[in-house]
């Protein structure tokens, strides 16, 4: 049986990075779009279900903290160039991406242009606890 007076411990870190520049909505709707890839490549770091003293239903959510932090744009470059070269998946956000409109142009946008060129606004990973603390080393957490 667990002992449910520990604290939870993880051994991974999500986290969610932004460029510092973005206004509110666009901070707010890029977070959304990232953490959901994470969310649908790893099912396991989803949890139960919620239900409420009056028995509705509500939706799983990760079972851990997302961190998120912002950074300049040069910043944000090197991180994605850190996370690519500890073989973590990430999913990105770019510029481009607040002028199209549905999931395929999304894609197609991001298809467009070369990994070293990408124009990232934010970028979102999953990993060992350490491996994330050295990918954001320089990076602020989000006020």
């Known amino acids: ?4 007076t520990e604290p939870v411990r993880f051994d991974t870190k999500i986290a969610v990075l932004l460029r510092e520049d973005l206004v509110s909505w666009q901070r707010l ?5 990232l953490v959901s890839g994470i969310a649908g490549t790893n099912p396991e770091l989803v949890g139960e279900p919620y239900e409420d ?6 939706l ?3 079972r851990q903290p997302v961190l998120v932090f912002e950074g300049a ?3 944000m470059a090197l991180a994605h160039q850190r996370a690519l070269g500890r073989g973590l998946t ?3 956000f770019t510029q481009e991406l ?11 946008a991001v298809r467009a242009v070369q990994q070293s060129q990408l ?3 934010g970028l979102a990973l999953h990993g060992p606890k350490n491996a994330v603390d050295k990918i954001l080393k320089g990076a602020r957490m989000h006020p």
């Not at 003293?53 to 509500?58: H, K, L, P, S």
């Not at 607040?98 to 197609?108: C, K």
């Open 90 to 92: 990430v999913s990105v």
């Open 53 to 58: 003293a009056d028995g509705t239903q509500y």
């Open 60 to 62: 799983p959510m990760f």
């Open 73 to 75: 744009k040069e910043f």
């Open 29 to 33: 709707n890029v977070t959304a779009f």
């Open 119 to 121: 124009d990232l606004v």
């Open 1 to 4: 049986m667990d002992n449910v």
């Open 98 to 108: 607040f002028t199209t409109g549905n999931d395929r142009d999304n894609r197609a």
